[in-house]
């Protein structure tokens, strides 16, 4: 019996990217660890929602892992203006012409992560 292997393909989806980012998770579920309450975790979800929507930003995910509650949206015009100094581009890649660029947010304590592409030629 062989096993099958599958290649992850280089552009991960969306609601993927926190998880290649953050350190691997190894041990017991502790109190510092934000899924150890769910209460506030789902509450910090509904804040979040919230604030994209009263925001006019296209929501294309809502997480939580052990950092907490993070969301990731579709890039928009305004979205500088919103996060003002509280973001910062967290990855870049070049392949064939196109730039993609990974941006993370802070709404308080909540991650936003966004999706930017742009041609270098």
């Not at 969306?14 to 506030?40: M, S, Y």
């Not at 789902?42 to 939580?64: E, K, M, P, T, Y």
Request: proline share 4%.
């Amino acid at each position: 019996m062989s096993a099958t292997v599958i290649a992850f393909p280089y552009c991960v989806p969306e609601h993927l990217v926190p998880a290649f980012i953050a350190p691997a998770c190894t041990g017991q579920i502790n109190t510092a660890d934000a899924r150890h309450d769910i209460d506030k975790l789902l509450a910090d979800q509904r804040q979040v929602w919230d604030w994209a929507v009263a925001s006019g930003l296209a929501v294309l995910s809502i997480n939580g892992d052990r950092n907490g509650a993070y969301l990731c949206i579709a890039p928009a015009e305004h979205i500088y203006k919103l996060f003002g100094e509280e973001c910062a581009q967290i990855q870049r890649k070049t392949q064939d012409g196109l730039c993609l660029e990974t941006w993370m947010g802070l709404v308080g304590h909540i991650r936003v992560f966004w999706r930017e592409v742009k041609c270098v030629h």
